[in-house]
């Protein structure tokens, strides 16, 4: 038993939930996200969920963070309180672009559509780059998958690759919820402003000499 002082609520977990519990915790804190459909964290979302809710919000709230539950697909999310949260991830540039395309083909999927899985191969998320970030060269793909390996390690994305390694712009993403929420915008305006934020500036006018 730790010596460290433990929430109110403790009282009430009994010992057989209590080291999921700190799992749970754990695993919010450390990735910001639990998968509900599949591994372990099918039964922690299932925990959390029906009997715990309450409690972990009461937990987040302090530190800026809401409790997100989402049912399909299943997962759960601490998502910071902007202005709130100190606790805010950050993002290389790369990244940060990467986000931005992968969020407008995930609104863009879910406008057009009525589909929960938002999914889209490397070859079309390359072809989307490019509409998105006009005067922006995507990355080649040995960066782009480097990337997605580091969005999918913050569970904001799941990435398949190709079975022929001689055709990896066939892999697979998914988009899932919780990277919609990790640059969340109001409107499709606040995106493009966003956006404009890493637009190269436009060169400088030649000067001309008067006669």
Known sequence: MSSLPWPSFWADVPDRDRSPIRDVLAD???HGVILGDEGSGRD????????????????????????????????????????????LATFTKDETLLVLALWRVYDESRSEQAAETVIISANDLWVKWRVFFEHIEPPGITALEELLARLRRKRLIRFIRSEDSTRPGDAMIEVLPSLARCIPFDSIDAWLDRAKLYEPEPPAAPLTLEE
Do not use: F, K, N
């Not at 959390?48 to 697909?73: F, K």
């Open 28 to 30: 919010l804190l450390r």
């Open 44 to 87: 922690s979302y299932l925990l959390v969920r029906d009997q715990y809710t309450d409690h972990i919000r009461d937990y987040l709230s302090p530190l800026g963070l809401e409790l997100i539950i989402d049912h399909e697909p299943p997962l759960l999310q601490a998502r910071p309180v902007p202005e709130e949260c100190q606790l």
